[in-house]
């Protein structure tokens, strides 16, 4: 078992991913990992290697605009959800994923969602790790800080909005060797805070949960929603309402857990995605 970095170019993008090779395959779908905002795939790792050890194919790559991944002007992308999705469908594809599991977590994943009731017919299973799901959810402060204009120039440009952001969200401290990880791009070129700043003003939540809302209802895929219980952005109610209309979706919720589970809880994950991944599909 190892975890790879990679690159591919979609012909239109390059996205940077890592992926977790297993070394004795399972024959179950792989399983495409997606992050949220300001994070990047790193925020998988210790999933990435827990899935690739029972024998799944893993692949968790930046967005575009995040990470290593491409950061394009706004006149080449339009950072939209529309965009997102597109340049998911794309990867997708080059990837030759004909059938896969997915899991998303945090704001923008929510494209993930959008993918799988797009596409179900490749969709073997969707896990939802606090993500906006509901018209109820709206931009955090530390969020809605990054479009309001001249402060969102300011604020995208400095490395730490990520110490603010996710530790704000997970309501944990995160290692400075993590940390490190997360700050690199912004370190590196101002294109990463510009996409940051774009992508947040264009996620137009209202329509977006509204249509992912919807269709969770009729969705019918299993579906597993593991929630921090605890999520100061999020909150778990409206979830749990939702869940109760569609037997498809099972909910797990993590009582200590807050925005960004991955980085705290990632073995109690570990725990009930393998199992839930193995199932099989009635």
């Known amino acids: 078992m190892k975890i790879t970095d ?4 979609t012909g239109k993008l390059e996205w940077f991913y890592r992926e977790g090779v297993p070394e004795t395959p399972n024959h179950k779908p792989p399983v495409l990992l997606l992050h949220g905002l300001p994070s990047q795939s790193y925020t998988w790792l210790p999933i990435l290697n827990q899935l690739a050890e029972n024998g799944f194919q ?3 790559p930046d967005w575009i605009g995040s ?10 992308f339009a950072y939209t959800p529309q965009a997102y999705l597109e340049a998911l469908t794309d990867l997708i594809k080059a990837l030759n994923l004909e059938r896969l599991s997915i899991v998303v977590q945090g704001y ?22 606090n993500t906006p799901l509901t018209p109820t959810a709206k931009l955090p402060w530390p969020m809605t800080q990054w479009t309001l204009p ?23 401290v995160v290692s400075d060797e993590k940390l490190d990880v997360y700050r690199r791009p912004y370190l590196k070129t101002s294109a990463v805070g510009r ?13 977006t949960m509204a249509e992912i809302e919807s269709g969770l209802k009729s969705w019918s895929k299993p579906t597993l929603v593991i929630w921090g219980m605890l999520d100061p952005w999020l909150a778990a109610e409206p979830v749990e309402q939702l869940v109760k209309t569609n037997s498809q979706l099972e909910l797990i919720p993590l009582p200590e857990g807050k925005h960004y589970p991955q980085e705290h809880w990632p073995d109690e994950i570990g725990e009930v995605l393998i199992p839930f991944l193995r199932r099989q599909v009635v």
Do not use: C, H
């Open 108 to 129: 923008l994943a929510s494209v993930g969602i959008q993918y799988a009731l797009q596409n179900s017919d490749r969709i073997e299973k969707l896990v939802i790790l």
């Open 195 to 207: 996409a940051l700043m774009i992508t947040t003003k264009n996620l137009k939540l209202a329509k």
């Open 150 to 172: 001249f402060v969102g120039d300011m604020v995208t440009q400095d490395p730490l909005l990520i110490d603010r952001t996710l530790e704000g969200g997970s309501g944990f």
């Open 6 to 9: 990679k690159t591919l170019d």
């Open 67 to 76: 990470g290593l991944s491409d950061k394009p002007e706004k006149r080449d």
């Open 58 to 60: 893993a692949i968790a």
